[in-house]
């Protein structure tokens, strides 16, 4: 699975050619911390795009990070991400519940709704592929590919059309 994930990264690497955030790098999953936890827009839109591959896993407070990433990126920045996504179902919750001691999935949060909190943050997700990897631990076994976008709102006049 992790060889997967890997080719994954490296292709949406090739594939995108302006300035980019990979969080699999510990200094920017910190970028990403600082920019949540700092009130402003300061030093804002540095990155044109950031990718994470089953890195947002990692962040304790997915809406801080998230946050911290929409801070981050360009006017039209994209966010690029491969992340485990939680099994819908009561037992999904149980299995996933008795799964979090495994050492496979220890100190990673895969319960949690990565699309929906994408969204909460004012990102707009523009393209999402669903898939299963080949993998004997349940909670890592369905995954998203994405991409979300931070658009800018056109300026509206509050002028009367004459």
């Known amino acids: 699975m992790q060889r997967l994930l890997i080719d994954r990264r490296l292709r949406l690497l090739a594939d995108i050619d302006v300035d980019v955030l990979d969080l699999s790098s510990p200094a920017a999953r910190a970028e990403v911390v600082a920019a949540g936890k700092a009130g402003t827009d300061d030093g804002a839109g540095r ?7 089953a890195e947002l896993v ?3 407070d997915l809406v801080l990070a998230l946050r911290g990433i929409h801070r981050l990126l360009a006017d039209d920045g994209d966010l690029w991400l491969v992340e485990p996504v939680h099994h ?10 008795l799964w979090s001691i495994h050492p496979a999935v220890a100190g990673v949060h895969v319960e949690r709704d990565v ?9 707009t997700l523009t393209d999402v592929e669903r898939f299963a990897m080949p993998t004997t631990v349940y909670p890592l076994r369905l995954f998203v590919q994405a991409r979300a976008r931070r658009l800018v709102e056109p300026v509206r006049s509050g002028g009367a059309a004459a």
Do not use: D, Q
């Not at 990155?47 to 591959?53: D, F, G, H, K, L």
């Not at 699309?115 to 990102?123: D, K």
């Open 47 to 53: 990155y044109r795009a950031i990718v994470s591959v």
């Open 115 to 123: 699309t929906l909190a994408v969204r909460t943050v004012g990102l």
């Open 88 to 97: 819908a179902g009561a037992g999904a919750i149980v299995l996933g519940s």
């Open 58 to 60: 990692r962040f304790p």
